[in-house]
Nanobody, 115 residues
Framework: QVQLVESGGGLVQAGGSLRLSCVAS????????MGWYRQAPGKQREWVAA???????NYADSVKGRFTISIDNAKNTLYLQMNSLKPEDTAVYYC?????????WGQGTQVTVSS
């Protein structure tokens, strides 16, 4: 089994920045393709960003130009740098497979953006 642990969330004012981390452990040698998802209150979980094994990145239109996904293969850690945050970015953020979930969901990390 693979365990995913997200961290780095918090409360930030609109326009601020946060950097999320996701550490993968367990039955996985090395992560090389992962994604970020988020779930806002009362809404379904949605895909946010992905990075492939070749290093290609892709973003939802709502975060393009503001968020950057990256991966440290040696540390089995996925990152999401979030800049110019908006109140509508408020959600619980999760990591998992690049475009569809491949593992059990972690507990997520709460991001709250105040206006």
């Amino acid at each position: 089994q693979v365990q995913l642990v997200e961290s780095g969330g918090g409360l930030v004012q609109a326009g601020g920045s946060l950097r999320l981390s996701c550490v993968a452990s367990g039955s996985i040698f090395r992560i090389n393709a992962m994604g970020w998802y988020r779930q806002a209150p009362g809404k379904q979980r949605e895909w946010v960003a992905a990075i492939t094994s070749g290093g290609s990145t892709n973003y939802a239109d709502s975060v393009k130009g503001r968020f950057t996904i990256s991966i440290d293969n040696a540390k089995n850690t996925l990152y999401l740098q979030m800049n110019s945050l908006k109140p509508e970015d408020t959600a619980v953020y999760y990591c998992n497979g690049p475009y569809t979930p491949s593992y059990s969901w972690g507990q997520g990390t709460q991001v709250t953006v105040s206006s």
